[in-house]
């Protein structure tokens, strides 16, 4: 493909990709983006820093060219298991503010803490869930390729993205 002289690649296994992104639910809400990260994810096709999905969707586009990628929870956050959200007494949380809808850290059995949200409060008890908040949600990749090149192009352009096992991000809000 040549575009004023310029050679363009199309994204191949291997190949080092910019790409701006954004995930959405399936409601529409926007959960993540490259924006909120600090600009356009720059990664090697194939490394397994964005879900599978992605990546194989990815392949064979272009610079300039858009497409959104459906991508199932056992790809992402997995599905939501309903024996992670479990029945504690009030005095686990001492120190914390309790509210409905709230994130908060609980120690386990091991004493690590662990976030978890709040679903539900009673007098002496909480209702806690240690479910990731996407856990069981499909997510939406809204992809825009900014360039595709070789490797031997510029390897230090290729910083790793913050993506952990399975291509699940990796933040702050995962129990």
Same mark, same amino acid.
């Given at each position: $493909? &040549?575009?004023? @002289?310029?050679?363009?690649?199309? /994204? &191949?296994?291997?190949? /080092? #990709?910019? $790409?701006?992104?954004?995930?959405?639910?399936?409601?529409?809400?926007? #959960?993540?983006?490259? &924006?909120?990260?600090?600009?356009?994810?720059?990664?090697?096709?194939?490394?397994?820093?964005?879900?599978?999905?992605?990546?194989?969707?990815?392949?064979?586009?272009?610079?300039?060219?858009?497409? #959104?990628?459906?991508?199932?929870?056992?790809?992402?956050?997995?599905?939501?298991?309903?024996?992670?959200?479990?029945?504690? +007494?009030?005095?686990?949380?001492?120190? *914390?503010?309790? =509210?409905? @809808?709230?994130? #908060?850290?609980?120690?386990?059995?091991? @004493?690590?803490?662990?976030? +978890?949200?709040?679903?539900?409060?009673? =007098?002496?008890?909480?209702?806690?869930?240690?479910?990731?908040?996407?856990?069981? %949600?499909?997510?939406?990749?809204?992809?825009?390729?900014?360039?595709?090149?070789? $490797?031997? *192009?510029?390897?230090?352009?290729? %910083?790793?993205?913050?993506? @952990?096992?399975?291509?699940?991000?990796?933040? &702050?809000?995962?129990?």
């Amino acid at each position: $493909m &040549e575009r004023s @002289g310029k050679h363009y690649h199309r /994204v &191949e296994w291997g190949k /080092v #990709v910019v $790409m701006e992104y954004r995930v959405r639910l399936s409601s529409g809400k926007i #959960v993540d983006s490259s &924006e909120k990260a600090g600009g356009p994810a720059s990664f090697v096709c194939g490394s397994g820093e964005f879900p599978k999905p992605v990546e194989e969707g990815l392949i064979g586009l272009a610079p300039g060219e858009k497409k #959104v990628i459906r991508v199932p929870p056992d790809f992402t956050y997995g599905p939501y298991d309903p024996k992670k959200v479990t029945l504690v +007494a009030q005095e686990r949380l001492l120190g *914390e503010t309790i =509210e409905t @809808g709230k994130v #908060v850290k609980v120690p386990d059995e091991l @004493g690590l803490k662990r976030p +978890a949200i709040i679903r539900a409060i009673w =007098e002496g008890a909480i209702m806690l869930d240690f479910n990731h908040p996407l856990a069981g %949600k499909i997510l939406h990749f809204e992809i825009s390729i900014r360039d595709v090149r070789s $490797m031997s *192009e510029n390897p230090a352009d290729a %910083k790793r993205h913050d993506y @952990g096992e399975q291509g699940v991000k990796n933040d &702050e809000q995962r129990p």
